[in-house]
């Protein structure tokens, strides 16, 4: 006859395994608590960031025939770079020519301000780059039905990170067309963030995702013809359509901010006689700045008064640094940082007697124009973007790209008051040319094949 066999809990527990079995079960509760409190505290952020959205709508109705546009994007103000410029510029354009735009991007920890039709999603540090964040994917998913109940006609994305597989998933989801703005050249400047690879490595790969992403959307907006011939090079069949990001004329010319070309020149204490060249945009490594740095000795053999000024925050920023020091210009090269764009930018641009620049990756490059609005004069490189913005004598001296040309250029307008007048009045019609409202005509004639 075969013995009952006990069940193993029958067998008295000693008292350190009743010990040992209590704090697992305590630690498998608290972790349930946690991961309770997690999500309820994320409901409660996402319930936040959505309130808020309504909460600083546009009251006012869309006017009959507009479109509502739902833009996602990795980077947005304060966050400064040329995304979020031409993402503003847009956005309010588009605007004022009867659309909707909402704005998806993430929550920033510093300096964020709330805006009519911006939705924050929050965000984590991007390990390794102190200027940027990363959306929560899920977060920003679990949204949908929010985003099912505005019926919006189109998804606009803007950068290829958590906004493009969001934005994907959305159009998805929503039946909705998807496109987006290609609006950096990856595979030109990747390398100088991972260095461990090998360079063609790097290229390959960028080129490769690039495509990949491109393929999953219903159209392709690049801001250059150059941008465009490379996505084509790329092997994307996805119908690319360029449209330059415009200029707001009025508001960029006359912001509200006090500070005028006198009282820059006071402020950074830099001397009346001085001649001043002047770089705007992001300390990077892809915008060439030390470029600029190294010819510059060759302006200063001519016009030993001459500053370089060098705006912007980012990564390149202490090898700059370094190198001015190295150089021996320690006091000749001067970096301020970013400068506000509400009145500080512009008294830098307006008090500059040049504008100087050459990156060889630009995607199209709006502080040329700016300059040029402004009555500063540039001299720069035409490659990739600027292709499509540079004409010469109409607001700039176009150089090649090597130091003795770049500095015979420079050094030529420092010497000919008559030609840098010239240029500045030249320029300045120029730019009007490139008003935002035209662009985003433009854009909207893309969005109507799908809407």
């Known amino acids: 006859m075969s013995q009952r066999r006990r069940h193993p809990l029958s067998h008295p527990l000693s008292e350190s395994e009743i010990a040992a079995r209590s704090q697992a079960l305590a630690q498998l509760a608290n972790g349930n608590a946690i991961t309770q409190q ?25 006017p009959l025939g507009g479109m509502k546009i739902l833009m996602i994007s990795d980077v947005y103000y304060p966050r400064v770079n040329g995304v979020s410029t031409s993402i503003a510029s847009f956005r309010g354009a588009l605007e004022r020519l009867g659309n909707s735009v909402t704005l998806i991007c993430p929550d920033y920890p510093v300096g964020q301000v709330d805006e009519p039709g911006v ?49 994907v998933t959305l159009g998805r989801r929503l039946g909705l067309p998807v496109v987006a703005t290609y609006h950096t050249l990856f595979e030109e400047y990747i390398h100088h ?3 461990w690879f090998p360079r063609r490595w790097l290229r390959f790969a960028a080129r490769r995702l690039s495509a990949h992403q491109c393929q999953q959307l219903d159209a392709v907006v690049a801001p250059s013809r150059a941008m465009q011939q490379a ?19 009025e508001a960029f010319c006359h912001p509200q901010g006090a500070l005028h070309e006198g009282d820059f020149r006071a402020h950074y204490d830099l001397p009346q006689e001085a001649r001043l060249l002047l770089y705007v945009g992001r300390a990077a ?52 940082g970013y400068l506000d764009r509400n009145g500080p930018l512009q008294a830098a641009y307006r008090a500059a007697d040049i504008f ?14 700016e300059a040029m609005a402004l009555g500063t004069p540039v001299v720069s490189t035409a490659m990739m973007g600027t292709l499509d913005i540079l004409k010469e004598g109409e607001g700039c001296l176009i150089a090649e790209d090597n130091h003795d040309d770049f500095a015979t250029k420079v050094n030529r307008l420092l010497s000919n008051e008559i030609l ?29 094949k799908f809407g």
Do not use: C
């Open 285 to 336: 490594f892809e915008k060439n700045i030390d470029f600029l740095i190294d010819m510059l000795p060759k302006v200063l053999a001519e016009h030993p008064t001459t500053r370089l000024i060098i705006t912007g925050e980012g990564p390149a920023h202490e090898t700059l640094v370094k190198r001015a020091q190295e150089m021996g210009m320690a006091d000749v090269v001067l970096f301020l």
């Open 231 to 249: 996505l084509t090079h790329y092997g994307v069949t996805t119908p690319i359509t360029v449209v330059a990001t415009g200029l707001a004329l």
């Open 119 to 167: 939705l924050r999603i929050p965000s984590r540090h991007v390990p390794g780059d102190p200027e940027d964040r990363m959306m929560r994917y899920r977060d920003l998913l679990a949204l949908t039905p929010q985003f099912a109940d505005e019926a919006f006609d189109l998804i606009h994305v803007h950068t290829p990170f958590t906004a493009h597989y969001a934005g």
């Open 356 to 369: 100087v620049f050459a990156s060889r990756t630009e995607t199209q490059g709006l502080v040329l124009l």
């Open 38 to 62: 997690r999500e309820a505290e994320r409901e409660a952020r996402l319930s936040s960031a959505f309130t808020l959205f309504h909460s600083t709508a546009p009251a006012t109705a869309m």
């Open 193 to 195: 963030y991972i260095r």
């Open 420 to 448: 840098r007048q010239q240029l500045a009045e030249r320029g300045q019609a120029y730019a009007a040319s490139w008003h935002e409202d035209a662009k985003s005509e433009e854009l909207v004639s893309l969005y109507k």
